[in-house]
C-alpha cells in the first residue's frame, strides 16, 4: 500500500507552518535556528514526495533534497559559530539585543 501525495503534502505544510510560528515569535537565536531546519525538512519532504509520484524512476528529487541537507548543516555550523560568537561578547543570545551592526 503506497500513499498518496496529500498526506506528505500536509506533513511538510505542518512543519513548515510551525517552522514559520517558530521564526517568528521566537527571541532565541538557536530557536530561530532549529525553525530555519524545520523550513527546510518541509521543502525536503515536498522535494522527494513530488519526485516519487511524478516519476518513480528517476531520483531528482532525492539529489535535490541531499543538496537542501547539505546546505542546512552548513547553516547550522554558521550559525551556530555566529551564536557562540555573540554569547562571548554580549552574553546573551537573546535576538532583540543584537545590534552589533548599528552606528
Known amino acids: 500500500m503506497q500513499l498518496q501525495l496529500q498526506y506528505f503534502l500536509l506533513l511538510a505544510a505542518a512543519l513548515f507552518c510551525i ?39 528517476e531520483i531528482k528529487g532525492q539529489v535535490f533534497a541531499v543538496f537542501v541537507i547539505t546546505v542546512a548543516a552548513a547553516e547550522a555550523a554558521v550559525g551556530l559559530a555566529i ?21
Open 19 to 57: 517552522g514559520i510560528y517558530g521564526l517568528i515569535t521566537s527571541r532565541n537565536a538557536v530557536r530561530v535556528l532549529m525553525s530555519i531546519e524545520l523550513l527546510l525538512n518541509a521543502v525536503n519532504l515536498n522535494l522527494i514526495g513530488f519526485s516519487n509520484f511524478m516519476d518513480p524512476a
Open 83 to 103: 551564536v557562540l560568537s555573540i554569547y562571548r561578547n554580549r552574553e546573551t543570545i537573546d535576538m532583540e539585543q543584537f545590534n552589533l551592526l548599528k552606528w
